[in-house]
């Protein structure tokens, strides 16, 4: 194990310019030299397809893929609540060096100052390109964009469109991916799922690809491949993420070489839907932004059964606002998550099941109406009736956490490309810029950054100073290979003929990683999950079983090489989680916190990203990362 | 409660489909459709057979993916819903409930429920954005854009892509959908320079497309999970008139 090998390669100078000097060093080509590449992105939502569209527009050939039908359907499209920019409209104090700051923090110092730093800087452009695109973003009455607050910060920078600002932004991101397919720059392959990377001589040169309407596996070449496949909730089997969310193709880039950084750092949203039965097949996720206008709250007294309505306010506990009276009901989200799983463990708990805890709008419609609430978050209002059959104007919101998000993803260097040469990843799928914990509204901030603004310029750079090759390159022995491996594995699953279905191995396993490395951890339990994960992936490999054929629609298969993917993944998951003795952001280990139950860093030893090297049949190998911290002091984190 | 599920089965686009009949005893009503149907798939691989194709993905209502006829109606009876926000408490003990693929020219059987509507995204690429390059926007506020524009423009935008709309219309025209579209740009101020060639193109696109004529009939507003508004096709109606006209101007 060596500590310290991996490099950022970030430039030196001021971290104000760093960026923008950086830019001006970089190697440019014209439409006319990019016209002599092709470029292969995996994933088409918000970073996908704002990466394909300007890569596109730069003249670059694009194939894009997708498992989805249309770019349209990505799961960007789920994002609720808003995306952040360092604006300042509101006069409220804001600055890029102040939403650079609140990300550290929030991402409890663990994440890379310059990554961070560019990120924010890069938000206020966003805005500007979106608004552009023709994105209706919510305004004021005198025709200004709107803002609101999110977790985690004191000043209003949140730009929203109602409860949909996913939909919004990456309907125009697949608006501008839509332009260049009309230009004849971008090729669409819908309903494909990448199965595997090809490097030759050590460089990611294309990818197999799997036809999920017919089963056809196909070689596809490029000079180089983006990652932008979003994250691994899945692996959970219940989160917030849709259906089909998965790491597979994270997972096969990791297996050709690719580390993979702060598996285990995996967001718990507080306030989500609760489960309400074993025939659950996803949890829905309430936004933050309701928190802008909601109070949480349980019962003070135990085993209270009372309806909501019935307890009189001095017997309400208002806990995050008791505990955190700066920050009250906006502490950032994995202190929210874990809060709120200390109440119900102290049987405070509420509903029938005693694990939610309340989400009241009560103050706030007596306030202000519910005209007020309707404008601001009304989908959401009528999600929630709609699947839990009560009305959130009458009566609060009953809410628990939830998986969510993944700050952990594939290794990137301040340019986004993998420890493999030519494999660039973008968006949730890397690991780069929230550390810890990620603040709301950050994520869409960050796809859209790296798709637009980031990785437009490094790709472009990085292809200056390699050959186009633009012949078709499929018949090479590597990608021969890749494909029959694939054929192989396909088979090998076909065969087995058990009798259990994917999701009943799914669910089996999303409860050992829920229980084991979720809101909170501890070493016994990580070591037995350590132990019994390969008892899952045994299980799997001999009892599995998958009915019709693979040469056609089979959304069983499909599920399948999902599945085999996250199996590998919770152990590494789980190693991570047990390497990492102390707590960060996320990474709660109970072994570690203060005597207020916060998180207890550990800076002296644990200030790095570990970033972990594939060992087939072995344990996984340990490489680490150092964050610099030049511009922040390290601080305990605190939100009271 | 009870339910037997009538269920449009077709292996390709090239077979022959047909109902078939399953029944499913001790469904909890809290349920939601789509988990109803997972229940019934989980059984069907148990027996060996084939599960039912279904496409869904968010589970949220957003993402578009899900959709098809349940008893004669796109994404069923409940107003305003896609058919993964629809849940069992909605029907009753020992209902009949059919199944069926949406029924379009332009939207051809993939498999059992699913169905292909990628005819939605060449109308999209045919015109449906603003032809602005990464990097060449201005400051935002630079444009104040009146609130009532912009929240109608949101509403417009709010099309999720499922085309229930087709589905419901006797002629299978895609109008809302495309006048979802050409709405939300038309009122704002953005891209207006495009307006016209944007609404000719998206209108011979959907043409081409073999999407039926729109005749008003008010059937796609009154089914679409997210209400988009019947006053989109007037708008797309005049921006094409306007067009139209701008067109024979110029000619002069």
Redesign the interface.
């Known amino acids: 194990m060596k500590d310290f090998l991996l490099n950022s390669s970030a430039p030196n100078g001021e971290l104000h310019t760093k960026w923008e000097d950086y830019k001006k060093t970089l190697n440019k080509l014209s439409p006319e030299e990019a016209n002599q590449y092709k470029i292969i992105i995996i994933g088409t939502g918000l970073a996908g397809a ?1 990466a394909a ?2 890569l596109a ?1 730069k003249g670059f050939n694009i194939h894009a893929f997708s498992y ?8 960007s ?2 994002a609720q609540g808003g995306i952040n920019a360092a ?1 300042n ?1 509101k006069k409220d104090g804001d600055s890029v060096m102040r939403l650079f700051y609140d990300t550290i923090k929030g991402g409890d110092f663990r994440s890379r100052e310059d990554n961070v730093y560019r990120l924010a800087e890069l938000s206020a ?1 966003i ?3 979106c ?4 994105v ?10 709107d803002n609101r607050s999110f977790g985690g910060v004191q000043v209003s920078r949140t730009f929203y ?2 409860g ?1 600002t996913g ?2 932004l990456l ?1 125009g991101a ?3 991916l ?2 260049q ?2 230009a004849g720059k971008v090729t ?1 392959y ?1 309903r494909h799922d990448m199965l595997d990377i090809v490097t030759v001589d050590g460089k990611a040169k294309g990818v197999v690809t799997r036809n999920l ?1 017919d089963g056809k596996i196909e070689a596809h070449s490029a000079d180089i491949v983006i990652l932008a496949t979003g994250g691994y909730s899945n692996v959970y089997y219940l989160s917030t993420n ?3 969310s998965n790491v597979t193709a994270n997972w096969r880039a990791h297996r050709k070489g690719a580390l993979f950084a702060n598996p285990s750092f995996t967001q718990i949203h507080p306030t989500c839907i609760p489960v ?2 074993n ?4 949890l ?2 309430m936004s933050e932004s309701l928190r802008n206008d909601g109070r949480v709250w349980v019962p003070k007294k135990k085993n209270d059964t009372r309806k909501a309505g019935d307890i009189p306010e001095e017997e309400r506990d208002y806990y995050l606002e008791r505990i955190y009276p700066a920050f009250g009901n906006l502490v950032p989200r994995d202190v929210a998550s874990r809060r709120a799983k200390e109440v119900c463990d102290n049987g405070q708990g509420v509903g029938n099941t005693g694990v939610a805890v309340y989400l009241d709008f009560k103050k706030v419609i007596e306030e202000k109406g519910e005209k007020y609430i309707k404008e601001k978050y009304g989908n959401l209002f ?2 929630y009736q ?2 839990t ?1 009560e009305n959130p104007y009458q009566t609060p919101m009953k809410i628990y956490p939830a998986v969510h998000y993944t700050m952990g993803g594939l290794w990137v260097d301040y340019n986004l490309m993998t420890t493999i040469s030519g494999l660039f990843s973008i968006g949730e799928s890397n690991f780069s810029d929230h550390g810890a914990n990620r603040l709301g509204a950050s994520a869409l901030m960050q796809g859209l950054a790296d798709g ?2 980031v990785v ?1 310029h490094t790709v472009m750079d990085y292809l200056a100073k390699e050959k186009p090759d633009f012949s078709n390159k499929t018949d090479k022995k590597e990608f021969v290979d890749a494909v029959r491996a694939t054929e192989k594995d396909i088979e090998k699953i076909m065969s087995i003929n058990g ?1 259990l ?1 994917v ?2 191995v799914h669910r089996e396993l999303g409860k050992i990683v829920w229980d084991k490395v979720g809101m909170t951890r501890n070493k016994e339990g990580l070591e037995s999950a350590i132990d019994f994960i390969p008892k899952i992936k045994e299980k799997f490999w001999k009892n599995i ?1 998958i ?2 054929s693979d040469k ?2 089979n ?2 298969l499909e599920k399948a090489l999902r599945l085999k993917d996250f199996i590998e993944l919770a152990e590494l998951m789980a190693h991570d989680a047990l390497d990492r003795n102390e707590s960060c952001g996320a990474h709660f280990r109970e072994e570690y916190q203060t005597t207020e139950n916060e998180a207890k860093r550990n800076d002296q030893e644990f200030k790095y990203v570990a970033a972990w090297g594939y060992n087939k049949d072995d344990k996984p190998s340990l490489f680490k990362e150092d964050l610099k911290y030049k511009n922040v002091k390290l601080k305990t984190r605190s939100y009271k | 409660m009870n339910v037997n599920l009538k269920i449009w089965r077709q292996e390709s686009n090239t077979t022959e489909g047909a109902v078939h009949n399953y029944r499913l005893e001790d469904v909890d009503p809290n349920i939601s459709f789509l988990e109803m149907l997972d229940i019934l798939n989980n059984k069907l691989i148990k027996e060996k057979k084939d599960p039912v194709a279904f496409d869904h993905d968010c589970r949220e209502g957003i993402c578009g993916s899900c959709g098809f006829m349940i008893n004669g109606r796109p994404n069923g009876h409940q107003k305003a819903t896609t058919v993964c926000q629809l849940h069992m408490r909605s029907f009753n003990d020992e209902d009949d409930i059919l199944l069926e693929p949406f029924r379009a020219k332009s939207f051809g059987v993939i498999k059992d429920l699913s169905v292909d509507r990628q005819s939605f995204d060449r109308i999209i690429s045919s015109a449906g954005f603003v032809s602005i390059d990464t990097g060449e926007a201005g400051e935002a506020n630079h444009i104040p854009i009146d609130k009532s524009n912009a929240d109608e423009a949101f509403l417009s935008a709010a099309c999720i892509g499922c085309g229930a709309c087709v589905a419901a219309c006797k002629n299978s025209s895609a109008m809302l959908f495309t006048a979802a579209k050409v709405s939300h740009l038309a009122l704002l101020p953005q891209g207006e320079e495009e307006q016209a060639e944007r609404v000719n193109k998206m209108v011979a696109t959907m043409d081409a497309e073999g999407f039926g004529a729109c005749t008003n009939t008010g059937a796609c507003s009154a089914e679409c999970p997210k209400e988009i508004s019947q006053t989109n096709i007037a708008r797309l109606n005049r921006e094409f008139i306007k067009a139209q006209l701008g067109g024979l101007i110029k000619k002069k």
């Open positions: 704002s569209a300007t527009e989805h039908e249309s770019p349209r359907r990505a799961h499209i789920a604006k409209y452009n805005i500007d390109q608004v552009a695109q023709g209706p973003f919510a305004r004021e009455y005198g025709g200004f964009l469109a109602r949909q939909q919004q309907l697949y608006s501008a839509s332009r397919t009309n669409f819908p309407l849709a259906m089909a309400k039965n025939f659950q097949s996803k829905t996720l009528d999600m709609k699947i059959d637009y603004f437009p009798d279905v999701d009943e079983s009915p019709g056609d629609m959304q069983e």
